[in-house]
């Protein structure tokens, strides 16, 4: 059973075991507008939780994306680098980032359930 | 992650009321890329017959075509006229560009810098044989000094861009040689994009100072962020939103008291230029971009040219080569090997600078002499008010006036329209201006930065001011249902309709490949 | 003031519309301390057209320039005929007058044309992509060795001995202020250099010019095989862009990077700026490039149509994480070039660039027949070093007189360097006659006299 969790940056990740699946949320691709590349990090690459992992890049515009937790990169989806639309069709499911081996489960109390992020989305 | 969405729209709406029916339009003349116009047999030179000779070219000659076009000089020359028909420039409309300083270009510079005495000489030629040059560059040089009042001047950066990385360098320099290691640069929030990016180039961390409800820096803040890590501030005089900074003796004072100094982004020069002296207030440092406050063309994009001006401090510093006076005669100092580059940080590119771009600033200059200069500021400056206090009523201003030489107005008159600073813009072109400045500074949401420099006349402002009003009312008074809304189908008139920005970034196409060109240009080809 | 519109009652109707009684209330948040009342004291006043033009013109007239005498200097700087039209179309106020093409939908000719300048670009060099142009050659090459740094996460760059001395300064400054590792070989007059041996795996990249500094032309073949062996980007330096016309492209010999000067084609002499610096990479590399790029894309019609694109990497929106933090081109010296290329094409360029090595060869053997001078380079394309019986420098200011502009002695570019005191960098270039040349074989004759 996996469970999904957010930051307050706009990250999401979805956990299922010790291995967790990052991207960026709706609300985000949708503010960003046309997506139109994305650097990946490198498999093996390590971050602490908040760590700049990549870079979504719109016409007009470029964002780093952290790491929502601690962790080894295990994947990253090279699909999104020939089709960055996918994040603007898809960014909770085929448009996701990379895969990151959790280094401490414990970091995830810090972050946001699905209803608490769209409470915090309304608030901004 | 970083929500950058600052961003404009990057893709069209779809059309209406235009079929694709391609070839000309009347003398809109499509013009198909060079590569498709090529006949192999032309030539567009005429050249004489390779004498005998035995081939010192070694292991590495051309082996394969290189792929050029051969064409002959009539369709060379009408391709690119067509393409110049094209584009427009400040000869053929009001160009308000804000931050761009887009000013008449006096064809007596263009004159001037095609005198072979300077465009037929080469940089190395032995110095008794390019006295006039020299003599030029230092003429140009004692200017600019005393124009600011600074106590040295380096001609070498080739844009403004380079200028601030040569005054971030002297900084650096200066602080090395004070045997101190100071890592960090205060720029404020609504610096142009190359200031932090400059500081960062130089392994200076930025930190960002915010800005007051008045447009300008937060003094507090500043204060608040001053220590012993300090390297300087980098500061934009008249700030970007074209607002000039009333505490800036303060802000220098309080730099200079944290042991740093003060960098300022010339790239505004022009509305003060003979009306206030950079040393006067407490400047140690400044570029100057030849091609806003000195009028040489802008050339769709480049070349520029970046003089930098120094205070006492930093000017030993100053990169090569320079030119010093010795008698009558003019000594190029350009090697650390001469005992004269003193504590020079060294080179910062080839030759001596853009020669090109100080002959034609120095007609400029020589022009408009000390009298004209002043006149300039004063004209640009009450140019931007008029335009200020005619849009006023219609539009949003976010700050108060007086501006200097830029109107600014936010989007908050567009609020629930439908229609964005974007929109406005790309109706403008429509009714024959070319657009302001939009979205920048990032500060203001939906900028429109308009600087309509001295060189318009008041019956120009009048029809832009007209024009400008038409448009707020007919934003406001609404535009019909989402597909018909005119602001989207914006422009019409105009060689190309609005271009998908997206699908270039998204599958980049940087070259030309040998296939067939679209039949609507292929038809028009001749 | 002739370039001022406003009349007096305009400034004065302006100001009551403002609402403020004189320009100076405009100024009023300047510091009292700071506020001149007057124009600066001084400095002449404004001038009638035909004084400023009577001015400059004696200061040109005080140059000797190099149409005027035997002229053979090279070094990064090349006298080549530029056609009367070009710069005819460079002065359409469309082209010269306009900015960067921010509005695209008015700025097609710019555009287009950046487009063409790109293509053009790979071409002469073998690469997959230019960007739209950069300040110069020597800029160039320092950007390349920061891209190089990028792109293989390594800070050690290798410069090669015979690298354009003002680039390798130019890189050596960018070094020393940007936080880098360089190791600039001496330079090697007689061409003995192993640059391969230098490669160790943190090396980012090895910059190599071909033809070099001395006018040697190399197959660098063999050093991209030794770089690519370590992750070690190749990068090509070109000062003589005709050369592209004669020699095998830098990306044919396995280049990563090329930066080339393209001063050459269509751009004069100008006593050394403005010029036009090329950049070209591997495709693989492409976002890593500095510099703007102009791509090809449709406009809301679905006709073809071009953009300034990729434009995140630049500074205006990356600001301290920007590529670089250049924000402008040469974009008319850019024009120039493509311009001149087009008039040339793929006949004129192999012609013009064949006429020119004829001509140095030419020269060559006529100076190894003068007892005492002789040519060091076994191979050139129109660029040779001449090894003379005294110091170069004192002599060429002596035949400056005559005049006659013989060439750039090597010690103006590497002063204090021993061993090149002799040395005499001379360059023929189709504007060459064989007047010129048989000045200089006389002048090289008087010396052993």
């Known amino acids: 059973m996996s469970r999904l969790y957010f930051t307050k940056d706009h990250e999401w990740l979805r956990v299922d075991g010790d291995v967790a699946v990052c991207g960026i949320s709706d609300h985000a691709q949708h503010a960003l507008g046309d997506i139109v590349y994305v650097e990946l990090p490198e498999a093996g690459a390590k971050y602490a939780q908040g760590d700049q992992a990549a870079v979504v890049e719109s016409a007009k515009a470029a964002s780093e994306v952290y790491a929502p937790a601690g962790g080894e990169i295990v994947e990253v989806n090279g699909t999104l680098v020939n089709d960055p639309s996918l994040v603007n069709n898809a960014a909770m499911t085929d448009g996701w980032f990379f895969k990151l081996k959790l280094s401490d489960a414990g970091e995830l109390g810090s972050l946001m359930d699905e209803a608490a992020y769209d409470a915090y989305v309304k608030s901004l | 992650m970083t929500m950058n969405t600052h961003g404009r729209p990057t893709q069209p709406a779809a059309p209406t009321g235009h079929a694709n029916t391609g070839e000309h339009r009347g003398m809109i003349l499509e013009e198909p890329l060079i590569f498709e116009r090529g006949t192999p047999g032309r030539i567009g030179v005429d050249l004489p017959p390779v004498p005998a000779h035995k081939s010192r070219l070694g292991s590495a000659s051309r082996q394969g075509q290189i792929g050029l076009p051969d064409l002959a000089e009539p369709q060379v020359v009408r391709h690119f006229t067509r393409l110049s028909q094209k584009n427009y420039g400040i000869d053929s409309v009001f160009y308000p560009l804000g931050s761009c300083t887009m000013k008449h270009n006096p064809r007596l510079n263009e004159k001037m810098a095609r005198l072979p005495g300077f465009a037929d000489l080469h940089p190395l030629q032995p110095t008794a044989t390019t006295q006039g040059a020299l003599g030029l560059m230092h003429e140009l040089a004692h200017w600019l000094m005393t124009l600011t009042g600074m106590a040295g001047v380096t001609l070498a950066p080739a844009a403004g861009a380079h200028g601030e990385f040569c005054g971030m360098a002297a900084i650096k320099a200066a602080i090395r040689a004070r045997g101190e290691k100071r890592t960090r640069v205060l720029v404020p929030e609504s610096a142009h994009g190359t200031n932090p990016a400059t500081a960062a180039a130089l392994g200076f961390t930025v930190d960002a100072i915010p800005a007051t409800a008045e447009g300008r820096v937060d003094l507090d803040a500043l204060k608040a962020k001053l220590g012993p890590d300090v390297a300087g501030i980098m500061l934009t005089n008249p700030n970007t939103c074209g607002l000039f900074e009333r505490d800036i003796i303060a802000i220098a004072d309080l730099i200079h008291g944290a042991g740093g100094y003060f960098y300022c982004d010339g790239a505004n020069f022009n509305a003060i230029v003979g009306r206030v002296r950079p040393a006067d207030l407490g400047v140690d440092c400044m570029h100057i971009n030849l091609h806003k406050t000195f009028s040489t063309p802008h050339g769709g994009g480049g070349p520029g040219s970046g003089p930098v001006v120094f205070s006492k401090a930093l000017a030993p510093f100053a990169p090569l080569p320079f030119v010093q006076k010795e008698g009558e005669a003019c000594r190029l100092i350009e090697s650390k090997a001469d005992k004269a580059a003193g504590q020079s940080f060294g080179r910062m590119k080839a030759f001596h600078g853009q020669m090109g771009m100080f002959i034609r600033a120095l007609s400029y200059i020589l022009s408009h002499g000390a009298d004209g200069l002043r006149q300039v500021a004063n004209d640009a400056v009450l140019n931007a008010n008029y335009i200020l206090a005619r849009l006023q009523d219609v539009m949003s201003a976010p700050f108060a006036g007086p501006c200097m030489h830029e109107a600014l107005f936010d989007d908050r008159f567009l609020k629930d329209t439908g229609v964005t600073t974007l929109d406005i813009a790309k109706m403008l072109i429509d009714r024959g201006y070319h657009p302001m400045t939009m979205y920048f500074p990032l500060v203001v949401p939906g900028a429109f930065l308009i600087e309509p420099t001295e060189t318009e006349s008041r019956e120009t402002l009048d029809g832009f001011i007209k024009t400008m009003r038409d448009l707020a009312q007919q934003a406001k008074a609404g535009t019909g249902n989402a597909n018909a809304n005119p602001f989207k189908q914006a422009p019409e008139h105009t060689p190309r309709r609005r271009l998908d920005e997206t699908t270039a970034a998204r599958q980049p196409i940087l070259k030309w490949k040998p296939e067939a060109a679209p039949d609507y240009i292929a038809s028009a080809a001749e | ?449």
């Open chain 3, 1 to 449: 003031m002739r370039y001022l519109p406003l009349t007096e009652k305009d400034r004065t109707d302006m100001l009551a519309a403002v609402g403020v009684a004189s320009v100076d209330d405009l100024f009023r948040d300047v510091p009292q301390a700071a506020r001149l009342t007057a124009p600066i004291s001084g400095l002449p006043n404004h001038q009638p057209e035909y004084e400023v033009d009577r001015h400059l013109s004696r200061l040109a007239a005080k140059n000797v320039s190099a149409g005027a005498a035997p002229f053979f200097l090279g070094a990064g700087a090349y006298r080549h005929h530029v056609p009367a039209s070009v710069d005819q179309l460079l002065l359409r106020g469309e082209f010269l007058t306009s900015y960067t093409p921010y509005q695209p939908e008015v700025s097609q000719g710019t555009l287009q044309m950046l487009f063409e300048f790109q293509t053009q670009v790979c071409m002469l060099t073998g690469m997959d992509v230019a960007n739209a142009s950069m300040y110069d050659g020597s800029t160039a090459c320092a950007e390349a060795v920061q891209m190089a740094n990028r792109v293989t996460k390594r800070s050690r760059a290798v410069l090669s001995g015979n690298l354009h001395p003002h680039y390798r300064d130019t890189v050596v400054t960018t070094a020393d202020l940007t936080g880098f590792e360089l190791t600039a070989l001496p330079p090697a007059p007689a061409g003995a250099e192993d640059l391969a041996k230098q490669l160790t795996p943190e090396t980012s990249c090895v910059v190599v010019q071909n033809p070099d500094f001395f006018g040697r032309t190399q197959d660098l073949s063999m050093l991209a095989e030794a770089c690519h062996a370590v992750g070690t980007l190749l990068v090509v330096v070109v000062t003589e862009v005709i050369s592209l016309g004669a020699l095998a492209s830098p990306g044919s010999m396995g280049a990563d990077i090329v930066v080339a000067e393209g001063q050459g084609i269509g751009n004069g002499l100008n006593f050394g700026g403005p010029y036009v610096g090329l950049f070209a990479c591997k495709e693989k590399y492409m976002r890593q490039m500095p510099g703007r790029l102009c791509g090809q894309t449709k406009d809301a019609e679905g006709r073809r149509g071009f953009v300034l694109t990729l434009s995140a990497r630049e500074q205006h929106i990356r600001r301290e994480k920007a590529t670089s933090n250049i924000c402008t081109n040469s974009g008319l010296c850019a024009l120039a070039f493509t311009m001149h290329l087009s008039l040339l094409g793929e006949t004129g360029l192999r012609h013009l660039a064949a006429l020119n090595h004829a001509r140095a060869c030419q020269l060559a053997d006529k100076i190894n027949a003068v007892a005492g001078c002789s040519v060091l380079n076994e191979t050139f394309f129109n660029e040779f070093t001449v090894a003379l019986p005294k110091a170069a420098a004192p002599l060429v200011d002596v035949w400056a007189k005559k005049p006659l502009l013989a060439g750039v002695p090597v010690s103006r570019l590497h002063p204090g360097q021993a061993g090149v005191e002799n040395l005499l960098l001379v360059t023929v270039t189709e504007l060459t006659t064989d007047a010129d040349m048989d000045a200089l074989i006389a002048a090289l004759k008087e010396i052993a006299q």
